[in-house]
């Protein structure tokens, strides 16, 4: 059986990843409902993947930041699953607990990844890779969390910039915290 593979990805209301200015994680839009939903999702038994870039900024921002929200429950959980990072530039042992490099293409290494693993994999930010992870159809779910916010003077990190084109089934959607929408698709190329 092939595993799951979801791109999980939080996102503004004009598709950016992230925000510049005076923006603090999550927008400032975290609220209860919203954490402990992130935390139930990662309790599950499941493999990270994250390409280098992701990694490092993962990595970078929970060594050096004591802001709230960088180390909220979900995040620590994360952490501690096990992970592999695509990597063509990365050697280990890498600054995660149970974590491994694999290098080579990401098509290629996440394509065996979805053959040999016993739980879902999933993938939490990492946008280049998920772009062509996508067009491989390599990817089951794509899972966008929607800040009620725009950062069109501020947004950085444009989540389908420069994508293929996909139709997208809805299978999931919830409010948290009567704000924040997740929408979870199943995507195919756009023939």
């Known amino acids: 059986m092939t595993a799951t593979y979801t791109f999980d990805v939080f996102s503004s209301l004009d598709g950016f990843g992230a925000a510049g200015g005076d923006w603090t994680g999550y927008w400032g839009k975290q609220g209860p ?28 921002l929970l060594a050096a930041n004591t802001e709230e929200g960088v180390h909220d429950p979900w995040v ?13 530039s990365l050697d280990g042992p890498l600054d995660w607990p149970d974590a491994t490099v694999a290098s080579g293409d990401a098509v290629d290494v996440v394509a065996r ?11 939490h930010g990492s946008l280049s890779m998920n772009r062509a992870l996508m067009a491989a159809g390599l990817v089951d779910r794509v899972q966008v969390t929607i800040f009620p916010v725009i950062t069109g003077r501020t947004g950085l990190d444009a989540i389908f ?23 979870v698709y199943r995507p195919s190329l756009h023939a």
């Open 161 to 183: 910039e420069g994508a293929e084109d996909f139709d997208l089934e809805l299978i999931e959607h919830r409010t948290l915290d009567g704000r924040t929408q997740e929408l």
């Open 76 to 88: 620590t959980r994360m952490r501690h699953l096990p992970a592999t990072v695509v990597s063509t």
């Open 113 to 123: 990844l979805k053959e040999e693993s016993d739980v879902p994999l999933r993938s």
């Open 33 to 60: 409902e919203l954490l402990d939903h992130r935390l139930a999702q990662y309790s599950q038994d499941q493999r990270m993947v994250f390409g280098a870039n992701t990694y490092r900024a993962f990595t970078q």
